[in-house]
Structures are given as C-alpha cells and as structure tokens.
C-alpha cells in the first residue's frame, strides 16, 4: 500500500506539471491555432532565472516574479518577432518556426547562464511527510496547489472576465471575431504571454524537485504536448486530465516495470492517440464536407 501510494504521489507531482505545460499548448492552439514547441523553454526559463535572480540576493519570492515577468517578456517577443510576421503561414511552417524559436533560446540561454544542474530550496522545508507509509516531499504539495491555482484561475479569467470571454471567442471562429471588433492580434499576444507565465510556474514550482538546466525544457514540451493531445488538443480539461494520467502512467510504469523506459511512455501515448482517437479523450470530433 506504501509503494503504491508513493507511486502515486509521485505521478501526480509530475503529472501536475505535464498539466501545466500543456495548458500553455492549449491556450496558444485555442487563440492562433499554432503548437508552441517552445512551450518548453518557457518552463526553463522559470526556474533558471528564479535560480539566478535568488542567487543574486533577491528574495525567493521576487526571484520568482522577476522569472515570470522574464518569461511572459519572451513570450510576447516570440508572438510579435517570430509568429505575427509569419501570420498566414502553413501550420508545418509555424510548428517548425517554434522548433526553431525553443533551439535558439536553449542556445541563449546556456550562453547567458551556464550548462550545470541548478536546483532552488524546497518552499517549506525537505523533511519528508509520511502518509500511510509514502515519503512525500513537502514540495509536492506546493506543485499540486500551484497546478490547481493555475487552472482555477485560468477558468475565471475565460469565463468571468471580457478579455477572456474574447480568448474564447477568438478560440471559435476568428473571422467571426474580427467581425465584431475584437482584435485577435492582441488576443494571440495574450496568449502566447499567458501560457509563458504558466510555463514559468511550472518551472519554478517542480525546480526544488527536479533540478534545471539549459536543456530541460525538449523534453518537457515533448511530455506535454503529448499531455494535450490525450486530454485533446484545445480543450483546457483535457490539457489537465491527461497531464495527470501522463504522470501517473510514467510513475506506475517506471515503478512496477522499469524506470529505463519511463520517458518513452509519452511518445507511446502520442502514438496511441495518434491511430486509437485522434481528438483525444475530450476532444470534439470533425467532420469535413467535401
């Protein structure tokens, strides 16, 4: 019961943070129509700077401001250098146009900080909690409260507020949108600024856990874009849901089968979707008339 529970804590920690990342996924998909494959910089870049910023002698809350602030700058710089003058491209061309974006920052950002290992302390301490026999790093709990802050602001934000109201309807059909005054350039700028900030939460929450470096984010962009097609690619639910059931998967894999093959359950995962169902576990099918 121990293990299991440990196993589980531990997947939901990870997954929590997949969520995240592929939050940032769906609120770019949903406003542009674009996949950010730098998604994952973003959330390297949240824990560098937070690294950096501490280390330099600011408090680890400013740190973490100033890392957002960093992030969601770049963000924006990405949308208005790289994405809006490309505006009209093919969907292959601006996929490879943000895998081009994710080398370059990697690029930057081991020039301006450094290729080590870097780790931030843990928010409350690192003497694990027991539960039923698991150890359970008190950060988890910071990752898992982060994660459910986010999504809950998230929501408000679409459902509550008029610039959210204008994501969604941009989301659904952007000529129609345009038609009636919002401006979806500054919709997109948005969301390529709110999903950077979400990455760069993420970056600094699962630091104190995971470490960072340069080059974390490949890998984190891969996990979560794979988090959003399961959930289904758009849907802010699902971003959420397969986050998690990624996470869980890799820890009960990794557990009870062999961690050698825990970062290969996420390309099965996109395989499997891929010729199992396409929209994913919440997406909406299409149909096409021809």
């Known amino acids: 019961m121990a293990e299991f529970l440990q196993f589980l804590i531990s997947g939901l920690t990870v997954g929590a943070v997949y969520a ?6 769906t609120l770019i998909y949903n406003a542009s129509g674009v996949v950010n494959f730098a998604q994952g910089e973003f959330v390297m870049l949240g824990g560098m700077v937070t690294v950096f910023a501490s280390a330099a002698g600011a408090p680890l809350p400013l740190a973490a401001l100033i890392a957002i602030v960093a992030a969601v700058i770049i963000g924006l710089l990405l949308h208005r250098l790289a994405i809006e003058p490309a505006r009209g491209a093919s969907a292959v061309t601006l996929i490879i ?39 359970v790093q008190p950060q988890s709990f ?5 994660t459910a802050v986010v999504v809950v602001a998230l929501y408000a934000f679409l459902e509550h507020t008029i610039l959210g109201k204008a994501v969604l309807a941009t989301a ?39 470490l960072t470096n340069y080059d974390v984010g490949t890998l984190l962009a891969l996990k979560g874009f794979a988090a959003a097609m399961l959930g289904g690619m758009g849907n802010p639910l699902g971003a959420v849901v397969g986050g ?3 996470g869980l998967l890799e820890a ?20 499997f979707v891929l010729f199992a169902a396409p929209q994913g576990l919440f997406g909406r099918r299409v149909v096409e008339r021809v």
């Open 252 to 271: 009960f894999g990794a557990g009870y089968l062999s961690s050698t093959y825990k970062d290969a359950f996420a390309f099965l995962v996109i395989l």
């Open 97 to 135: 146009i943000t895998i081009g974006a994710s080398i370059l920052l990697r690029g930057l950002a081991a020039i301006v900080f450094d290729k080590q290992f870097h780790k931030l302390p843990a928010f409350t301490g690192e003497t694990p909690i027991d539960i039923l026999g698991a150890a």
């Open 20 to 25: 995240l990342v592929a939050l940032g996924f």
């Open 172 to 210: 659904a059909n952007r000529l129609a949108a345009r038609l009636v005054g919002i401006n979806t350039t500054t919709i997109m700028a948005l969301a390529f600024g709110g999903s950077a900030a979400i990455g760069a939460v993420a970056g600094i929450l699962v630091t104190p856990i995971t």
């Open 244 to 246: 998690l059931l990624l």
């Open 142 to 146: 910071w990752v898992l409260g982060g």
